[in-house]
């Protein structure tokens, strides 16, 4: 960690006369993964630094109206198997538009508006869609207020497994034989869509193009299995994108930008090892069968795998304009060889996540890991960047 720039919280709460800078932790959501966002929510409420950072928690309910939410890390853990959930309190957090100031206010129907005060940068502890794919980053863009994380285009970018591997081969890197049924396509001539896939070496992964989790992700054995999958894959997308299965161990590297104009800074290699009968790293061995995954960092890799994970990781981070953080998954396959699989904006972010995970391993703790991401939102500009 470098540690001979300046933090910028004294600046920025001196340039607002106050003693701490305010981070927002902004969690829930409309996508599938809110219970877990709001369980991450809890471990980054307990990690803040109190004596560095004012915190002000923002929980946007599962119908997507932002209400402000008590400063309870319990009320937001997992607990006796029941998953948290932001409550409906009825009001309704506003968020400025048009960069006059930074402050939120809080309404209650029939009630005049009330500051809940000025926010120096937010934290979306979001994922999936309306958290990771460039929404809420341009509601803030809009709003002249800093955020933890990747801008808009990166993180629409990265949540789209088909523009995502364009720009990882416009930047050098290997990419598999790959086809994307659009929607429009499919309603036209599904015959020449699935053509087009039986064209793959099989076994073929068909998924959703824009999810996250696992969620709608088939993997088919031969071509009579490949329109069934492409159902399944529309229920959660309309674009869908079929690629070839690689044979190889999932490896994975966590990345961070850099200080200024420094490189970025890449983590520990982790390795996602799933056993126990599930035939890939599916939604049920992520979130329900933990028993039968097991995250490992360092992985055992030779020390040149190793290297080219982190080579792979630094590149495709740059390559897809990413800030602040992101999480690099690749396959390393049989042949030796390393193959970049995707580019998580806004990975797990749990204690026990990969993320925190490969980090721990390279010497930087969980609340350091926290300060630096708030830290690293601080110092960059507005606007264009
Ligand atoms: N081309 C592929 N070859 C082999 N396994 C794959 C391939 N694509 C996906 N998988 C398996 O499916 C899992 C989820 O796919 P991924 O593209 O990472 O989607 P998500 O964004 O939902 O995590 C991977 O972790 C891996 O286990
Ligand atoms: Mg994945």
Redesign the pocket.
Known sequence: MDTEQPSHDAVHAASAGRARPRVAVVFGGRSEEHAISCATAASVLRAVDRERYDVVPIGITREGHWVQVADDPRALEIRDGRLPEVPDTGDQVIVPMGGLDQVLRVQRPGEVPRVLGEVDVVFPVLHGPFGEDGTIQGLLEMADIRYVGCGVLASAAMMD?HVMKVIFASAGLHV?PYTVITDTQWRRDPAAALDAVASLPFPV?V?PAR?????G?TKVLSPDGVEAAVHEARRHDPKVVV????LGR?VECGVLQGRGSDHPRVSEVGEVTVVGGHE???FEAKYLDEANVRLSCPADLPAQARAEVQRIAAVAFEAAGCEGLARV?C?YTEQGEVMV??VNTMPGFTPWSMYPQVWGASGMTYPELVHELIDLALARPLGLR
């Open positions: 497994k598999g992964f998924k999810a996250g989790s696992s969620v992700i690629e070839a299965g690689v999932e890939f790293y599916d998954d396959f699989n995707e």
